[in-house]
Structure formats: structure tokens, C-alpha cells
């Protein structure tokens, strides 16, 4: 744990090169995509709909086999998205998620505790942050969409994985959830490297050390540091209401 | 932990659903066995309804939307990789097993009287298709599956034997298992991951609407078609039986088995349950303004004609054991 903190935000953690992906072979969702993530860094994700990030997303996490890449590897070697041996390094939360139904939040977590063969952290404190203490005996079921994603945002972030992956994080969720997931958010490159898709752009420039552009299936620009304002992504994105 | 998470998924918080579902089969056994009817059945026809209903229900399972969402967060983390098989395929086989396939057994007992060795041959024939429909849809060699579920069909109208059955199915189950050895537990998902494609555009319409949902809503639930397909055959069943049974005695008797059997099993089809599953749609229905009035009156339509085709040969088979 200690070597993880102390990695330096330089080294490369995952990089992917000439990503390709498609539900149908004749129309390709992602086009030669190619991006690095660095240890220790929060990156957004931003396009609009239909842009391809939550198939991005998929092709990572093992669900998409329709694609072709010329290039991934983790910390310098070869990996395949459904390896145990990668899966051990990454969680993800999905935009929409109606599994372990009947699972409460504390089954559930316990679950994921016990896949990934590790402890999670800070359980308590998050679900007085997220204001969920009312909702984590309750049957996942029964939880409104704002609070199902509660409880897999709060596994995700105790479980600090190497890597996590974040989709639409922000839908469905409160304003005072909203804030505290920033701070979560944030606050998450002490532990690994975080990354989420929005296609709203105050949740990427309030929280982000680098702004990827996905347009049309592939990275048109990459933002950081001062960079990352509204109005330059905005500009980025040829539009004006987002 | 994970056989856990699909049990209380298809069997409910406290697995409720299997004691419902047995003391149903009970009811239905002790009704109609203490009724004293009673109808000839050849095994053979047993092994193979015991095979099919299982085949299709499990098939119908597997390839449902709920099951996709339901397994997409499981293979999203580290899992191994011959416990998800077991966990999968197992509950799911267990699921179909009590909820379906027992239904039809507690019928056909209740109506026939067959040997131990006979009931278990059909338990073995409906073991043998919870694991070979596993086996297709992972593997996914048609021709090769294809041939295999012949030569088995094949075997069951060719050997008289409850044994030398219950040894083939039992080989069947063997290879299916070795199989399963082999296979990605990835191959369970891969399934539904074409289903993106479907975003192809489709024609606009200027006017029948609902007729145009319910027709895709159909076209894009196939699973449902041969569901639909089942129950229709079983309304042509139910006269058959009932003219069988009790027409000779009493045909007034048998003509209102025929209504009431043939009545409850077209309610359940998912045509006639479609609003009251949906609860999205049913929403969305009651926010139009005349809502109620401009779906359901197009909808009670299209169940009209629908069940007026499904009459034709129920009635048919009717006047035919009449005559």
C-alpha cells in the first residue's frame, strides 16, 4: 500500500491503443481510440450521448466482445479486460443497475468484499455522507434510482481499487449526494486512478486532473491542469448547452 | 455466496416462491388424481414434454433482459469461474424445475400412473435439457447440437427402455458436464451483446400505433412468441384431454373444462399480461391524457383477433371430438 502511495502520478497505470468497438460489425461505436492513465489521477470522460463512453466503459470491464485493439497493458504488461488478474485491480459503477435486487447494501458489499478478497474502507463515514443510513438494510429492489446508485458508488469508492470506473456517476442523484461524490471523487487519486464518463461538464472540471474529449468514437482532445474550464471544453465540444 | 445471489433472485427474499409453487403442483396432483380420471400417456411423450418445457424455460432464462442486467455486475468482478457455471446453471435449472416442469408433471401423474423407472427416466430427460440448452447456448456450434439433440429425440422414439433411457440421458448429462468444463463463463453474457445492434432505425407511422408496438414488442421478445406458441398448443391440448376424460360421460361437463382451462391459459400469455408486468408502461399509459382510452381500446383489439386465431383450433379440435 505504501509503494501505491508512493508511486508518482507520471508512471503509467493503463494504456490502450488503437481501441475499435461496435454492437454491429458494420458500425464501429469507437474508432482507433487510444488513452493513458496515469497512477494516481482523477480523468473525465466527457462527450455527448451517443459518443461511445459507456461502451468504452464495457470494452474495459470484459462486457463488449466486439472489438479489435492493437495495444493494452497495465503498468507495462500485457493484460485481457476479463482476466481475473485485471478484474482484481478495477471496479466499476454502471449508469443504470438493477442486479443483486434482493440483496440489501450490506449483502451486497459483503458480496464484493469477498470477490475481490479485500476490506473495505470508510463504509460508515460514506453512508452518513451520501445520507443513506436509512437505506442500507433495505432490498436493493426497493431503493429508488438515486439510492441504488448509492450503494454502488459507495462500494466502488470502499473498496479503492486501482482503478475505478465511474459511468454517468452523477445521474440520479441529489444535490447534496452530488456535492460529496466531488469531494469523493477528488479526493481519490490518494488511493488509485479514477475514471468517469459525464456528459456534464461542472462534475469533469470541478473534480478532474486531466479532460478527455470523446467525439465520434474517439479522443479529440485531452485537457489539463489550467486548461480545464467550461468554457475551453465547451468550445471543445461545438456545444453550446451542455 | 453467489449460488445465494441467483437463488434469492429467482426464488425470492426467503424462497417463497418454491414452497407457492409446490403447494401448487399439490393442489393440482390431488385434484385431479382424486377426480379419478384417467388418460394414457406413452413415456416417451412424457420424456419428451418433461425435455422441451424444461429446454424452452431455461432457454427463455437465459436470454431475458432481467438476467442480462442481473449478470452484468457479477461478471464485472473477479468471479471463478466453475463457480459461476454451477451457480447459474444450477439455480436456474432448480428454478425451471419447480416452477415449470413440476406443473406438468403434477398434470400427467395425476392423470397417469407410471413406474419408478419411468418417472425417473423423465426427471433425467428434464435434468439432461437443463444442461444441454447451457451447453448450446455457450457453445454455440449449431450443427454439432443440433445433430446431438436429434440423435437424443431420436433415441427416446427408437428405445422402449426406461434404463437404457435413463443411461443415455445420463450421458448425456456426463458429456454436457465435460462440456462445461471448457467453457467461458463469459459466453452466458456474450449472448445479449449483439442486442446493442439493435439500434437500427425504423419507419415512422402515421396512425396505429399500439397495433405497431405490440407487434414489436412481440418481434423483439421472440422468447414470448414461443411461450405464446405453448399456450396455444395447450389450449388445444385441453380439449383433447377433457373429451378424453369425461366427454363420453358428461359432454356439457367437458365443454365447460374446455372454457375454463382454455380461459385461464390465454390470460397468462404475455400478450394478455402485458401492461400489468410492465409497470414503466403502465405508467406511462395512465400519464397520456385519455390514456386508458387510446391504448387499451387498440390493445383489447389486437387481443380480440389474437384470441380469435388461437380459437380456431381449439374449437376445431372441439367439434372434431364432438363428432
Request: glycine share 8%; charged share 20%; with cysteine.
Amino acid at each position: 500500500m505504501l509503494q501505491d502511495k508512493e508511486r508518482t502520478m507520471s508512471e503509467t497505470l493503463l494504456e490502450i491503443n488503437g481501441l475499435s468497438a461496435w454492437y454491429d460489425p458494420s458500425k464501429k461505436v469507437l474508432k482507433d481510440l487510444s488513452l493513458e492513465l496515469k497512477e494516481n489521477e482523477v480523468v473525465g470522460l466527457i462527450g455527448l450521448n451517443g459518443a461511445g463512453k459507456t461502451t468504452f466503459l464495457k470494452v474495459i470491464t470484459g462486457l463488449l466482445k466486439g472489438y479489435e485493439i492493437s495495444g493494452k497493458t497495465f503498468r507495462g504488461e500485457n493484460i485481457e479486460f476479463r482476466d481475473n488478474s485485471f478484474k482484481d485491480k478495477r471496479y466499476v459503477v454502471f449508469a443504470e443497475d438493477r442486479s443483486f435486487q434482493y440483496f440489501t447494501f450490506r449483502d451486497y458489499i459483503s458480496y464484493v468484499s469477498h470477490a475481490y478478497r479485500k476490506e473495505m474502507h470508510d463504509v460508515d463515514e460514506m453512508i452518513k455522507g451520501f445520507h443513506f443510513e436509512e437505506y442500507a438494510d433495505v432490498l436493493l429492489k426497493d431503493l429508488s434510482t438515486g439510492n441504488q446508485k448509492k450503494a454502488f458508488l459507495i462500494t466502488g469508492f470502499a473498496l479503492r481499487p486501482e482503478i475505478l470506473l465511474l459511468d454517468e456517476p452523477v445521474n440520479g442523484l441529489d444535490f447534496q449526494s452530488t456535492e460529496y461524490l466531488y469531494s469523493l471523487i477528488a479526493g481519490y487519486k490518494k488511493y488509485g486512478t479514477l475514471l468517469f464518463s459525464s456528459h456534464i461538464l461542472e462534475s469533469i472540471t470541478l473534480t478532474s486532473d486531466r479532460v478527455m474529449v470523446l467525439e465520434e468514437g474517439h479522443i479529440t482532445s485531452t485537457f489539463e491542469g489550467d486548461q480545464i474550464n467550461a468554457t475551453v471544453i465547451r468550445e471543445a465540444l461545438k456545444y453550446d448547452d451542455v | 455466496m453467489m449460488f445465494k445471489a441467483f437463488a434469492k433472485k429467482l426464488f425470492g427474499l426467503r424462497y417463497g416462491r418454491i414452497l407457492r409453487t409446490v403447494i401448487i403442483c399439490v393442489i393440482i396432483y390431488m385434484g385431479i388424481s382424486s377426480a379419478g380420471y384417467e388418460v394414457a400417456i406413452a413415456p416417451r411423450i412424457l420424456y419428451l414434454m418433461s425435455a422441451v418445457v424444461t429446454a424452452v424455460m431455461m432457454w427463455q432464462g437465459m436470454t431475458s433482459s432481467d438476467t442480462e442486467d442481473y449478470i452484468r455486475n457479477m461478471m464485472m468482478m473477479p468471479f471463478d469461474r466453475k463457480a459461476f457455471l454451477a451457480s447459474y446453471i444450477g439455480t436456474l435449472g432448480i428454478y425451471v424445475l419447480l416452477s415449470k416442469t413440476l406443473l406438468v408433471w403434477a398434470l400427467v401423474f395425476a392423470l397417469t400412473k407410471f413406474g419408478l423407472s419411468v418417472i425417473l427416466c423423465s426427471l433425467c430427460a428434464a435434468l439432461c435439457a437443463v444442461v444441454m440448452t447451457g451447453c448450446f447456448l455457450a457453445v454455440r456450434k449449431r450443427f454439432l447440437m443440433i445433430t446431438w439433440i436429434v440423435a437424443v429425440i431420436g433415441s427416446v422414439f427408437l428405445i422402449d427402455k426406461a434404463l437404457i433411457m435413463i443411461c443415455i440421458f445420463g450421458v448425456c448429462i456426463l458429456v454436457s458436464v465435460l462440456i462445461f468444463s471448457g467453457v467461458d463463463a463469459y459466453a452466458f453474457y456474450d449472448v445479449f451483446c449483439n442486442r446493442g445492434a439493435g439500434k437500427s432505425r425504423v419507419r415512422g407511422r402515421k396512425g396505429g400505433f399500439v397495433f405497431t408496438y405490440l407487434m414489436r414488442y412481440m418481434m423483439t421478445h421472440k422468447n414470448y412468441i414461443i411461450n405464446t406458441m405453448f399456450m396455444w398448443a395447450f389450449g388445444v391440448a385441453i380439449p383433447v384431454f377433457s373429451f378424453a376424460v369425461i366427454g363420453r360421460e358428461d359432454p356439457e361437463m367437458s365443454r365447460m373444462f374446455v372454457y375454463l382451462g382454455y380461459g385461464l391459459v390465454v390470460m397468462n400469455t404475455p400478450l394478455c399480461i402485458l401492461v400489468s408486468c410492465d409497470p414503466d408502461l403502465e405508467r406511462g399509459i395512465r400519464c397520456l391524457p385519455k390514456g386508458g382510452v387510446s391504448f387499451f381500446v387498440p390493445y383489447g383489439l389486437f387481443l380480440f383477433v389474437n384470441t380469435c386465431i388461437n380459437c380456431c383450433p381449439t374449437r376445431a379440435t372441439g367439434q372434431a371430438k364432438d363428432q
